[in-house]
């Protein structure tokens, strides 16, 4: 029998390419492994960010109201494990290499790619498991992405952005089609935000089933004297204070998808649902040295703005120290350039990050030096390259004052290789 590290090597090179869109091959190992539908109730998110986000505070109020609940997260930061969870914890090795065995057998001859296999091994476990709810984080657009595969009893759209844009499009309404996707005929369709392409828009106004979208089916509101939020849903009102892990938004449209797929949670089952809302490398506060760092895998534009206004919210008049890294398919002068305006950091550190796709701090450095915007961004320009990621830590903590936070984010190669040293 295969141990788990086996299986991996095994699924990475099962297909002759990394990625093949469609989803032919992916619904014909599904039938033949009687994964189809995986439980019940399904929910499926896709986007460009907030999708992990969404599919923890749904699989949180979901377990709240006693549902046993499978959900498959996409990338993994450390370990593959986290891509497969069942009630609220990590699949075990044990497990998933069960899965694997049942997907491998049920293929036949039909080739998987890695992301086909982990996300039918994922389905093999649940249906073992007769979780009564499944949520799919998609892994790339919507439409050909295996998750899918799936007939959704509900979706979510939580952003729309310009990502990945080789395989989605080069243009918001293009990414918006492939997103939408999702939608099933009838079911229902929850908007994480209310700035969606005209794309999305349109295919919202001839969808068959409810259609429901921020500031007119739910809504946040201040919380006078609270610091938190309250989240308004159905005639009930949710708290949600400033303390909670997961961003507000992404919670009011989790609470909204699942009010349509079960019920309503109650107030006790909402609060209860906060405890465990906890997404790793999201604006997660860790320390070096005594020093506050917020670790991020704000890989996009879209990401790097929603993060400078939570430092900015959460850390009103500190000074910001930023450290970043980009696979070198990732828009970095863009990223870049909306964290120096916004955050205006004292003193930039730069990162490589590796494997195919890895872009050494080097060859970053270059593309500020290219750039004549960023290399007019005096910081920026003077940005370091340290020999590690320690060093890095420890170049910022000496360039800035105890009180500054130290930002460090960019691909989830950066934020895995901060686990490693941070001790996560």
């Known amino acids: 029998m295969r141990s ?61 109201q006693g549902l046993r609940v499978g959900t498959t997260l996409s990338p993994h930061i450390v370990q593959f494990n986290e891509r497969i969870r069942l009630d609220g914890a990590m699949a075990s090795d044990e497990t998933i290499c069960a899965g694997f065995e049942h997907i491998d057998r049920a293929r036949g001859e039909i080739p998987l790619t890695y992301f086909e296999f982990a996300l039918l091994a994922a389905l093999s476990v649940f249906v073992r498991a007769k979780v009564d709810a499944v949520v799919l984080e998609v892994g790339l657009g919507g439409r050909l992405d295996a998750a899918n595969v799936c007939d959704a009893d509900v979706a979510i759209i939580a952003s729309i952005g310009l990502d ?38 349109q295919l919202a106004a001839e969808h068959s089933g409810p259609v429901l979208w921020p500031n007119r089916d739910y809504q946040l509101r201040p919380a006078p004297g609270s610091g938190g939020q309250h989240l308004l849903l159905g005639g009930e009102s949710y708290f949600l204070p400033d303390t909670t892990a997961l961003a ?29 809302m906890f997404l790793p490398g999201r604006c997660q506060t860790l320390h070096w040295r005594g020093r506050v760092v917020i670790v991020d895998a704000a890989h996009n534009q879209a990401a790097a703005d929603f993060l400078t206004r939570q430092l900015l919210a959460r850390f009103p008049g500190r000074k910001f120290a930023a450290a970043a890294g980009f696979f070198k ?46 290399a007019a961004r005096t910081e920026l320009a003077r940005a370091e390259i340290y020999p590690s990621l320690a060093a890095t830590l420890d170049g910022l903590c000496s360039a800035t004052s105890d009180d500054d936070i130290i930002c460090l984010f960019g691909s989830f190669d950066v934020v895995s290789a901060a686990f490693e040293l941070l001790g996560q």
Request: hydrophobic share 45%.
């Open 4 to 64: 788990l590290d086996e299986w991996l090597s095994f699924i990475e090179t099962a297909h002759p390419s990394g990625i093949e869109m469609g989803l032919e091959r992916v619904a014909e190992v599904a039938r033949a492994a009687d994964l189809l539908p995986p439980a019940e109730k399904v929910l499926i998110v896709a986007g460009t960010n907030g999708k992990g986000s969404n599919c923890i505070a749904a699989e949180a109020l979901l377990r709240a």
């Open 164 to 201: 990945h844009t080789q395989w989605l499009g080069d243009d918001l309404d293009s990414i918006g089609r492939e997103k939408a996707g999702v939608m099933r005929a009838g079911a229902s369709l929850v908007l994480g935000s209310d700035d969606m392409p005209s794309s999305i828009t």
């Open 248 to 276: 507000a938004v992404n919670i009011a449209s989790a609470s909204m998808a699942v009010s349509k797929l079960t019920r309503r949670p109650t107030a006790v089952e909402f609060a209860q649902a906060l405890t465990s």
């Open 329 to 374: 398919d990732k828009p970095a002068e863009a990223i870049l350039r909306c964290v120096d305006e916004k955050l205006k950091p004292t003193t930039w550190g730069l990162l490589s990050t590796s494997g195919s796709r890895g872009q050494s701090a080097g060859e970053l450095a270059k593309l500020i030096q290219a750039s004549v915007e960023l």
